[in-house]
């Protein structure tokens, strides 16, 4: 079941509010009170952030590779995830994790949230000497240039 439902409007609110609940209220553990808290939707990131972001992975791989031993695309995804996201707690049913990477996973982080992160990543390896690609047609780049 999925842990979360968007409503678009009032009236989608209407219409299918009383469906989720029921639906959350089947599979609740009622030995245990349950807290709903409404947040604003934020798009999630983009499928042309994340090609752009694995590109990058792979770029940054090739680059540090030649300077300080064998990097991965994963171990450069490790690598900034732990200097710009930073860590967390998940819970996963009872059962609390501690010190967890933050995800770049699509639905959680927004696209403003990857922006903002891949803008990091692309300073970062600038500051290290690797150019990072920017095409024209890539979310990414239209971001960037709506700021400057």
Known sequence: ?????????????????AKFLKR?????????????????WREPRTRSQLNLYREWLNRLAEFFSTKNGQFSPDDMH????????????????????RDQLRSTANGR????????????????????????????????TKYKRART
């Open 1 to 17: 079941m999925d842990d979360y439902q968007v409503f678009n409007d009032a009236e989608h609110f209407e219409r299918e509010g």
């Open 24 to 40: 959350l209220s089947a599979y609740w553990n009622w030995d245990h009170r349950m807290v709903l808290t409404p947040t604003v």
């Open 78 to 97: 490790d690598i900034c995830r732990h200097q710009f996201l930073g860590y967390e707690t998940k819970r996963i049913g009872n059962t609390e994790i």
């Open 109 to 140: 982080i927004s696209r403003l949230d990857m922006s903002e992160y891949m803008t990091k990543v692309d300073h970062w390896a600038l500051e290290m000497g690797c150019q990072l690609p920017h095409p024209d047609d890539n979310e990414y």
